[in-house]
C-alpha cells in the first residue's frame, strides 16, 4: 500500500480482556517495529522484526505482550489479560532493508484504552 | 546502554521567534540520527536526517540540524516559527537496527 495502515484506529476495552492490534506495512518494507506512545511521553520500542530473523522482543514489557509477522507482511500485536496502565496508542512503523539507514515511515497507530 | 535525550518538555513561543530543541544520544559506534515531528492529529513523520558527511543538514518546512560529534548532540533549528509549526517533536538515534527515540518536545507557536 501506499503507507503504513494500522487498525483498528481506537479500541476500547474492559480490563482483563484480550486485544489485537493489526499493521500493514508498505510493501518491499521488510523491517518492521513496533512502539507504544503514553499520554504525554515518548516512544517507547517494543518489538522489531527484520525479514525471517528472529525478532528482537527485548522491548516487550511482559509476557501479556506478544507479536507475530507473517513472512514481510502484517503483523499483529496481542496483549493478553489487559490492565489499565497499557492504555497507550500503539505504533507500527516499517522501512527498508536493503541498506537500512533508520528512516521509519509511521502509521497513525491505534490508541488503546482499558476501562 | 544506547539512548536519547531531549531536554525540553514543552516550548511556546510567539511566531517569528526563533527556535532550538536539544537533543543527546548516548551511543557506542556510527550512529544516524533524525528529527521526526508529529502535528496534532497526524501521523510521525520525518523532518529530518544525518548520517554523515555535512553536519549541517536541512529538512523540510525551513528547520535545520547541526550535528555536533563532541558533544553528543543533534539539535533541531528554526529561525522563525510559525503558527503551523505547533506540533510535538522527537529526536531519534538509529545504530544496527537499533532505533531510540527521546521522549519529545512539544512547542506551542502562539500567533
Known amino acids: 500500500g501506499a503507507g503504513v495502515s494500522q487498525s483498528p484506529s481506537n479500541k476500547v476495552t474492559e480490563k482483563g480482556k484480550d486485544v489485537e492490534l493489526r499493521c500493514d506495512p508498505i510493501?518491499?518494507?521488510?523491517?518492521l517495529y513496533w512502539y507504544r506512545q503514553r499520554l504525554g511521553q515518548g516512544l517507547e520500542f517494543l518489538i522489531y522484526?527484520?525479514?525471517?530473523?528472529?525478532?528482537?522482543k527485548s522491548g516487550l514489557p511482559s509476557d501479556r505482550f506478544s507479536a507475530e509477522r507473517t513472512g514481510e507482511s502484517v503483523s499483529t500485536l496481542t496483549i493478553q489479560r489487559t490492565q489499565q496502565e497499557d492504555s497507550a496508542v500503539y505504533l507500527c512503523?516499517?522501512?527498508?532493508?536493503?541498506?537500512?539507514?533508520?528512516?521509519?515511515?509511521f502509521g497513525e497507530g491505534s490508541r488503546l484504552t482499558v476501562l | 546502554a544506547q539512548s536519547v535525550s531531549q531536554h525540553n518538555h514543552h516550548v511556546i513561543l510567539s511566531e517569528a521567534a526563533s527556535l532550538e530543541l536539544g537533543c543527546n544520544y548516548s551511543?557506542?559506534?556510527?550512529?544516524?540520527l533524525f528529527w521526526y515531528v508529529q502535528y496534532p492529529g497526524q501521523h510521525l513523520q520525518l523532518l529530518l536526517k544525518y548520517f554523515s558527511g555535512d553536519p549541517l543538514v536541512k529538512g523540510i518546512k525551513g528547520f535545520e540540524a547541526e550535528f555536533i560529534k563532541s558533544k553528543f548532540s543533534f539539535n533541531l533549528r528554526k529561525p522563525s516559527v510559525q503558527w503551523s509549526d505547533t506540533a510535538e517533536y522527537f529526536c531519534?538515534?538509529?545504530?544496527?537496527?537499533?532505533?531510540?527515540f527521546g521522549a519529545g518536545t512539544r512547542l506551542t507557536v502562539k500567533p
Open positions: 531519534a538515534g538509529y545504530n544496527n537496527n537499533d532505533m531510540r
Open positions: 512503523a516499517s522501512s527498508l532493508t536493503s541498506g537500512n539507514t533508520g528512516e521509519l515511515f
Open positions: 522484526f527484520q525479514g525471517n530473523s528472529a525478532p528482537d
Open positions: 551511543y557506542g559506534g556510527t550512529v544516524n
Open positions: 510493501s518491499g518494507h521488510t523491517a
